[in-house]
Nanobody, 120 residues
Framework: QVQLVESGGGLVQPGGSLRLSCVAS????????MGWYRQAPGKERERVAV???????NYADSVKGRFTMSRDNAKNTVYLQMNSLKPEDTAVYYC??????????????WGQGTQVTVSS
């Protein structure tokens, strides 16, 4: 059993910052790429940022220069530092990871999501 748990969401004013965290736990053998996605009301889920096991990152054009994704492999944790937040960043943010389990299963896992609301 593998779990991903996000935290750090909340209400912030435009121009403000938030830091999201996502911890993976359970019967984990290896964690490969990890990512952050978001879904706003009435819109499709979109990829925000991904990070490889080696730490290489890729960002959506809409967040480049404002968001930074990082990972701590020792803690099975990824972070998303979000600066200069805009109202259009309002969404539920989901963490995902490509994980190999102790039983030999290789699959994508998702967290339950954390709400980010940017509003004055």
């Amino acid at each position: 059993q593998v779990q991903l748990v996000e935290s750090g969401g909340g209400l912030v004013q435009p121009g403000g910052s938030l830091r999201l965290s996502c911890v993976a736990s359970g019967s984990i053998f290896s964690i490969n790429a990890m990512g952050w996605y978001r879904q706003a009301p009435g819109k499709e889920r979109e990829r925000v940022a991904v990070i490889s096991s080696a730490g290489r990152t890729n960002y959506a054009d809409s967040v480049k220069g404002r968001f930074t994704m990082s990972r701590d492999n020792a803690k099975n944790t990824v972070y998303l530092q979000m600066n200069s937040l805009k109202p259009e960043d309002t969404a539920v943010y989901y963490c995902t990871a490509h994980i190999g389990t102790m039983s030999g299963v290789l699959d994508d896992y998702w967290g339950q999501g954390t709400q980010v609301t940017v509003s004055s």
